[in-house]
């Protein structure tokens, strides 16, 4: 005989299951993530270098050794601290650094651990960790204050930079081909209540001028991240969108553009001079 009561008892069956396979699905992208976001985030590659012009090896906290390279220039109003992105190392980005030091900067950078020529493994809080490293080491030996520190950083690399400038009082802050947060590229939207290098959570507590670089045509990290990175940032602040330039391509595209607008952008930071 039928009763009206089945579909009903089948209808809660169904909704309690598929709650069940969406709350297991939930803690297992969840798990997924939180052990295996390093290893997705860095991608370390064979060290493109043995030597180069300014490079120390810098202790860690626990004495893992760190590629560090200062670039001097006696003359600099400011100190670029540039954070590199991700696949590349101090090696590859040493064009880029030598041009920022002809351009008028003393240059300051080192490659995260597994990189380049710094040993261990990165992850986000050994990043941090290593900056404060870094940092402790320019000022106790090349005298460098954090108020001298125009502060770069290229994709990955603006994790750490957000992270400093949200904690440290610095010059000024450049974002290129920024992201708003590790997971969200891959996303879109938040989806788990924890992620890595959160940058818009941040964004807002920072209050030094800032510029954001990004290409319009960027294939990696979308556009709106920039666009939405700029959006929630205080004032003074300014942008600079490429038209067309892609994420890897955008110094091929714009370098000497992008070179002119971080010129233009330290000349208009209130300093304290080099000693």
Known sequence: MYSPEI??????????????????????????????ADRMIFQPQPASYDRLPGLRQVPAADGTPLAVVSLPRPDARLTVFYFHGNAEDLGESLPLLQQLQSAGFAVLAFDYRGYGRSGGHPSE????????????????????????????????????????????????????SPFLSAFRVVTKVKLLPFDRFDNLAKIGRIHCPLLVIQGTADEVIPFSHGQGLFAAASPPKRSDWIAGAGHNDIFEVAGA???????????????????
């Open 7 to 36: 579909p009903w008892r089948l209808a809660r069956f169904l909704v309690r299951t598929l709650t069940l396979a969406g709350v297991i699905v939930y803690a297992g992208l969840a798990l997924f993530g939180c052990v295996a």
């Open 257 to 275: 553009r992008i070179l002119l607008d971080i010129r233009e952008f330290a000349q208009s930071l209130p300093v304290v001079a080099h000693p």
């Open 125 to 176: 809080s050994n990043v941090y960790a290593d900056t404060r490293t870094v940092l402790d080491y320019a000022r106790t030996n090349l005298g460098l204050k954090p108020e001298q520190l125009l502060v770069i950083g290229r994709s990955v690399g603006g994790g750490p930079a957000v992270e400093l400038a949200a904690n440290t009082r610095v010059a000024g802050l450049v974002l290129i």
